[in-house]
């Protein structure tokens, strides 16, 4: 779900939710120092919702909170998924081609504004609960909205909260309207972190076999829409809105107000990092007190990564980033269960699933 493309001509940085790409605006020439910068730190960011994300959704697996309970992804669901993926690529080709680019980015924008501080705010409340002073009040706070009454009266919403969550909507709406005034690049990273390390975190494979499917189906996805046609690649340059990183490459010439971005979608992120967490929750239920499958993959995740930028840089074309991260996060974990003698108990239903692994 992701595309690298050299040469594109971006202000602030756009792309949809499943594309890298590398823009660089006008003539100008990165220096090798800067495009490493960059790249290192996109490889970086990539790392850290992924490795928060699967430590935290173990976690949640274990929350008795219904507001903390995650969605989990059932192999019907995974099969489904490029298709579903597919209809809403075209959809949105469709809608930049007839409508005007500035009226759908802006509805866009204030969708993503919304979610924005919403995941902003869920990622800093764990960070919020330690440093919280403690001999300030920490009052509660419920918001209930009923429909009907006496017997028949049915609950709409009913959701508990308490200061330090105030808190952090406060901070998060602060970020949030910086990004909408000024669309300035760490505002779209601090976005886009918390809705990867949310996905990560909330999504869950209900199996091992589940995550071979959804993997496998949206390796085909993204393959066909970056080779296959233009439809990708136009979405990326259309679409503005805060589902990727970004990362200037002429930071050390221009500073923070540097235009010229390397880019790295949140699909490339959330898709190969759903399924490294679900790996660490099957580490878990072995209950051998390792964690090989999981860093067997988290370094898979790095090796195909890099390899992406490195085949980017070397042919100057979009490339698919799943073409090279599934192989790599799929493969060396099965080849690793193969020899250990355990790919059984890793794709049986019974063992590696969300559902049947007791943490």
């Known amino acids: 779900m992701a595309d690298v493309e050299q040469n594109a001509a971006v202000p602030d940085g756009s792309s949809n939710g499943s594309d890298a790409v590398n823009g660089t605006a006008g003539r100008f020439v990165s220096s090798a120092e800067g495009t490493a910068l960059a790249y290192g730190s996109l490889l970086l960011m990539a790392l850290l919702p992924i490795f928060f994300g699967a430590l935290r959704s173990v976690g949640c697996s274990k929350s008795k909170n219904a507001s903390d309970m995650p969605e989990t992804i059932t192999s019907r669901d995974a099969a489904r998924f490029p298709i579903i993926a597919s209809c809403t690529l075209f959809g949105l080709y469709l809608f930049f081609k007839i409508f005007s680019q500035e009226y ?8 993503f504004f919304v979610l924005g501080i919403l995941a902003l ?3 800093m409340s764990p960070f919020m609960c330690r440093v919280f002073p403690a001999q300030l009040p920490n009052k509660q706070y419920q918001l209930l909205f009923t429909q009907g009454s006496g017997e028949s009266k049915e609950e709409i919403v009913n959701y508990e909260f308490d200061t330090k969550d105030l808190i952090c909507l406060g901070i998060s709406s602060v970020v949030g309207v910086w990004y909408v005034l000024k669309k300035h690049w760490i505002a779209n990273n601090l976005f886009g972190l918390a809705f990867a390390l949310n996905g990560v975190e909330l999504l869950h494979l209900n199996t091992v076999s589940t995550g071979c499917i959804l993997l496998g189906g949206l390796f085909v996805y993204d393959v066909f829409w970056v080779f296959g046609t233009n439809v990708m ?3 990326a340059k259309s679409f503005e809105a805060p589902i990727k990183l970004v990362f200037p490459q002429d930071l050390l010439e221009k500073g923070l107000g540097a ?3 390397a880019m790295l979608g949140l699909g490339d992120i959330v898709i190969p990092g759903i399924f490294i967490a679900l790996l660490l929750r099957f580490d878990v239920s072995l209950k051998k007190n390792t964690r090989t499958y999981f860093y067997t993959s988290f370094l898979a995740y790095i090796f195909g990564l890099g390899l992406t930028i490195f085949v980017m840089h070397t042919f100057k074309h979009a490339q698919p980033a799943l073409l090279y991260l599934v192989p790599a996060c799929v493969g060396f974990p099965v080849l690793l269960a193969l020899f250990k003698g355990e790919l059984t108990e ?3 239903p019974g063992s590696g699933c969300l559902g049947d692994i007791s943490l």
């Open 104 to 111: 759908i980015n802006l509805l866009l924008s204030m969708y």
């Open 121 to 123: 705010s869920h990622t």
């Open 233 to 235: 690649v136009t979405v």
């Open 259 to 261: 235009s010229n971005f």
């Open 346 to 348: 890793m794709l049986c």
